[in-house]
């Protein structure tokens, strides 16, 4: 899973008790106005060997990449760079860390961006204790007994990855995007500054909205019992969501909108939410492989496909989508069949995307049914899916179709 190591059993004749489960997260979370100034502190248990990894410049135009080399400086650290890191991070610039890793014997990674940085670095930590190609750990799911610590600054609120022993890497050479989980990558620490959001641009900004509530939703369409408490902290996040987004878009300055949204995406993903049941995933696992085979952004495909999925597997359990469309939506019940709510439900989150300038139809991004086929093939490659509604090739063939 993304956030933690977790074990759920979900016993037979047990459907009124919810899921037991072991959660663990070990990560500092550092969270608010001037938290940059504990990376110091935070790094001094380190060796002073350090990789800096970064994505496209944009910390250099904003100054994030001045305080964070002025800190490393006055530690006298040995920094060396890494740039260049792109929005789903590519197996290239985790192979290039590596290299750095065992060449210039780095004793601890410092990632600054949002989740293709941090990502990234998580793969290069593993990578750099393994033996063999870490693309192996990746595609084949392997497992490993250490990885170099690394640490986040993050400037982007949307993958969570700055609190969860998850990563998604694309190998472009062989158009496959996948996820990988170790406990060892769990970042030491997490500076979370919303401040350093500010500037980020209004579609990124939408996006990390829409990517934190499909974080929250994956989870919330279970088939777990007795989950009132964690449905309820599920449903005012959305609802939270809903009412600032459209704030923020129109006040993108507003420090106090970037911190609701930085605070929910870190505690979508980072085990608070999921603990007593297990979500479904499928609409993520449909959209790495789509942004895998056409290099989409994530929470575009996201938007896209989650609406569709939903509409497939609504008569698989109406009442969890009534649910949603009341409590997230205030679609009203009276009256109606829990199918018609539901179709209203999902009906309101499509138009609410649309609204934040997210696109409707994979065609946007000039998708077409010839490429349908090699995409199933990629989903398919761990065998069939879907805890709250199971899946097979057909399955995603049609939710891939209703997309286009």
């Not at 987004?245 to 605070?263: G, N």
């Not at 996201?302 to 609406?307: E, K, Q, S, T, Y």
């Amino acid at each position: 899973m993304y956030y933690k190591i977790i074990k759920n059993n979900f016993l037979k004749g047990e459907r009124d008790e919810m899921n037991r489960f072991i959660q663990y997260n070990p990560v500092k979370w550092i969270f608010g106005k001037g938290s940059i100034n504990r990376l110091q502190a935070e790094l001094s248990q380190f060796g002073k060997n350090i990789l800096f990894v970064y994505g496209g410049g944009s910390i250099k135009q904003h100054g994030v990449y001045d305080e964070v080399i002025k800190q490393l400086e006055e530690m006298e650290a040995n920094v060396y760079e890494l740039s260049g890191v792109e929005p789903n991070p590519r197996l290239a610039v985790v192979h290039k860390g590596i290299g750095i890793c065992k060449e210039k014997n780095i004793d601890f990674i410092l990632a600054v961006g949002g989740g293709s940085v941090i990502d990234s670095a998580k793969a290069i930590a593993a990578g750099a204790k393994y033996e063999g190609d870490v693309w192996e750990l990746i595609a084949e799911g392997k497992k490993i007994s250490e990885a170099l610590p690394i640490g986040t600054v993050l400037t982007l609120a949307a993958t969570g990855s700055e609190m969860n022993a998850g990563l998604v890497i694309t190998n472009a050479d062989t158009r496959e995007k996948i996820d990988w989980h170790s406990q060892h990558v769990f970042p030491q620490f997490s500076i979370c500054d919303p401040a350093y959001t500010v500037t980020v641009p209004r579609d990124q900004t939408a996006f990390g909205v829409i990517d934190i509530m499909c974080h929250i939703m994956e989870n919330y369409f279970h088939q777990g019992e007795g989950t009132e408490l964690q449905d309820g902290f599920s449903e005012q996040l959305l609802r939270m969501l809903v009412e600032t987004a459209p704030r923020l878009l129109e006040q993108p300055d507003q420090y106090e909108y970037r911190e609701k949204v930085m605070y929910a995406g870190t505690v979508a993903l980072n085990g608070t939410l999921q603990s007593g049941y297990r979500g479904d995933w499928t609409a993520h696992i449909i959209e790495h492989a789509v942004s895998g085979v056409h290099d989409i952004p994530h929470a575009a495909g996201l938007a896209i496909l989650f609406p569709t999925w939903m509409e497939y597997a609504l008569d698989s359990r109406p009442a969890r989508f009534s649910q949603f469309a009341s409590r997230v939506f205030g679609v009203k019940t009276a009256g109606r069949t829990e199918r018609e709510a539901g179709v209203e439900g999902i009906q309101a989150l499509r138009n609410f995307w649309r609204h934040l300038g997210a696109p409707a139809h994979l065609s946007n991004y000039g998708i077409k049914h010839d490429s349908l086929g090699e995409i199933a093939d990629h989903v398919m490659k761990r065998g069939e899916f879907g805890r709250f509604c199971p899946m097979n090739r057909d399955g995603v063939l049609s939710v891939l179709r209703a997309s286009l």
